[in-house]
Structures are given as C-alpha cells and as structure tokens.
C-alpha cells in the first residue's frame, strides 16, 4: 500500500508559479513511476508529467518548458508549475505507480489560474 497527500494548490493570476507537493508513504521501495495528473473543469483526467525510479522524466507537450516535476528523497515529489495559464486550472493528482501493477491516488489539490 502507498499513501500519498498533495499539498499547494490555490489560487494564482495568469503568470504566476505554484509548487505542489506529495507527501508519499507506505510501501514506497515498490514505486516504479510517480505521475501528476490533472483534471480541469468538466473535463476528463490527464496526464501532465511522470518521473520514474530511474529518473527520467515526461511531461504534457502543453506543460513542457514550464513545470518541473521533481524529488528531493523518496518521501517527496514535487510539481514546480510556472508561467501559469487560465487552461492549467484543474485538480491536480499525485499517483503513484507500483511494480505489482497497482496504481494509487491522493486526494487531490485545487489549482485556479485566474487570467
């Protein structure tokens, strides 16, 4: 079992950076990939960026060059979001991918980007 808690979401004008955070626990030697995904308004949930236990990292041909997704130890990933647009407004998730083939979800953090 993985546990996972974002945190820094808000509310922030057309421009600005957010850091999001994911505080990851539980069974965290079997993660092979963390992700971020988001879902904006009345759409469905996407994909925006993934780093693997490897350390490569993917991201969204619409977040490329602004966000930055990150860790600091294996019990912190992060989501540096910068140059921020009114399309970025969403709940973003903090997933975790396993290598039992089970995927987790945190709760999810607001993020409004008002233009």
């Known amino acids: 079992q993985v546990q996972l808690v974002e945190s820094g979401g808000g509310l922030v004008q057309a421009g600005g950076s957010l850091r999001l955070s994911c505080a990851v626990s539980?069974?965290?030697?079997?993660?092979?990939?963390m992700n971020w995904y988001r879902q904006p308004p009345g759409e469905q949930r996407e994909l925006v960026a993934t780093?693997?236990?490897?350390?490569?990292t993917e991201y969204v041909d619409s977040v490329k060059g602004r966000f930055t997704i990150s860790r600091d130890n294996a019990e912190k990933v992060y989501l540096e979001m910068n140059k921020l647009k009114a399309e970025d407004t969403g709940v973003y998730y903090c997933?975790?991918?396993?290598?039992?083939?089970?995927?987790?979800w945190g709760q999810g953090t607001q993020v409004i980007v008002s233009s």
């Open positions: 997933s975790a991918f396993t290598a039992t083939w089970s995927r987790y």
């Open positions: 539980g069974s965290i030697f079997s993660i092979n990939a």
């Open positions: 780093l693997t236990s490897d350390g490569r």
